[in-house]
């Protein structure tokens, strides 16, 4: 059992709190920093964990105090059997809970949001990314469908919030990753992950009203983030295949349909936040036997690449790995997480809007996933 219980100095002995925003410190402390009243204005990271070795944790970070708390799962929910799980690969708010899909598990771990005090879990099998519409939450799945081939179809799951069951399920491509809601569809990146030489290219979509794939969009392959903007498009990323195609970021017109643009911009995942999306990306080259990494800032509304450095005072140098990006949606401040080399704690950075940097601090292992609370 692993514990990263230790609360750090934000901006170090070195620099002083000079860099911190006024009023904010990260001081050491105890557990009565996590509770019903600290957990209100601040965001959750899920830390992924290795895989196979149970160390998927939950960090908190309160923008009120400047507090850092890490593995808080564990401190409010004692008695839980293996603590949070294996693998954190996505999280989410919805309805006044906390959704983590905890991948090697085959769950979805559900907490109350102000409290992160267990409530249950979804049930299913190699479960990636989850999404929400009208009362109910949709989890992609790895796994096959009632009487599928193995290997062949992943599938969504329909779940009842309320009860924590499944209630329907639509088959779509191989090793389905994240999923966005525009309109009345929901749009699914399938991947073919496991199938190097073999990926997926397709994009499928559900109707959500009879809750079955009406038809796939050819992308491009290995696609993996599907996120929505606020005029109707849906921006996808694709992986490559490590080789010779190159990860790039695609545009779908989902009045049509169709693949609208595209941007040569390696992505490994992006946050939306007004008409900026946030990117970084991480390329692995098996030609090269090494990653390329990049940071840039998308303007959605005339989609094209604004600027292929948000990181401006040089930090990004200290980045061995990023693993994660968020921005506040108040402050506008920039989160960018770096996993390092994957077996140790990683750390979470804060750069101001200009993208100077704020503070740091350390977290669990593969830091990567973001959920804002608000009062």
């Known amino acids: ?143 096959t469908t009632a009487g599928g081939t193995s290997g062949v179809n992943g599938y969504v799951a329909e779940v009842d919030t309320a009860t924590l069951q499944v209630i329907r399920t639509a088959g779509v491509g191989r090793q389905p990753e994240e999923m966005a809601i525009s309109g009345d569809k929901l749009y699914v990146a399938n991947s073919g992950g496991y199938s190097p030489g073999n990926f997926e290219r397709s994009l499928s979509v559900i109707d959500m009203q009879t809750f079955k794939e009406t038809k796939r969009i050819d992308v491009a392959v290995n696609l993996h983030h599907v996120k929505a903007d606020r005029y109707g498009d849906i921006y996808v990323t694709s992986r490559g295949d490590y080789y010779d195609l190159h990860s790039k970021l695609y545009v779908i017109n989902t009045q049509l349909d169709i693949v609208k643009d595209s941007l040569q911009l390696a992505v490994s995942d992006l946050w939306i936040s007004g008409d900026s999306a946030y990117v970084y990306g991480v390329e692995w080259s098996y030609i090269t036997n090494k990653n390329t990494i990049s940071y840039g800032i998308v303007d959605i509304k005339n989609e094209h690449i604004l600027t292929n450095r948000f990181i401006t005072d040089g930090t990004d140098a200290q980045i061995t790995t990023p693993s994660g990006i968020a921005v506040d949606p108040t402050t506008k401040e920039i989160y960018v997480t770096d996993a390092k080399d994957n077996l140790l704690p990683g750390t979470l950075y804060c750069f101001s809007p200009a993208g100077k940097k704020k503070w740091s601090v350390t977290t669990g292992d593969i830091p990567g996933h973001f959920a804002f609370v608000r009062n």
């Open 1 to 143: 059992m692993r514990f990263y219980r230790s609360l750090l100095l934000v901006c170090g002995l070195l620099t002083g709190l000079a860099a911190c925003r006024k009023g904010a410190t990260v001081v050491p402390g105890d557990d009565t920093h996590v509770g019903a009243d600290s957990l209100r204005n601040g965001f959750y990271l899920l830390n992924e964990g290795n895989m196979g070795m149970n160390l998927a944790t939950l960090d908190y970070y309160n923008s009120g105090t400047g507090i850092y708390s890490s593995n808080i799962y564990s401190t409010i929910n004692p008695g839980a059997t293996k603590e949070l799980g294996d693998v954190g690969n996505d999280l989410k708010i919805y309805g006044g809970r906390l959704y983590a899909v905890i991948a090697m598990s085959d769950k979805v771990e559900v907490m109350d949001v102000h409290t992160a005090k267990r409530i249950g879990q979804i049930n299913v099998p190699s479960c990636r990314y989850i999404t929400f519409y009208k009362g109910k939450a949709y989890v992609s799945s790895y796994a």
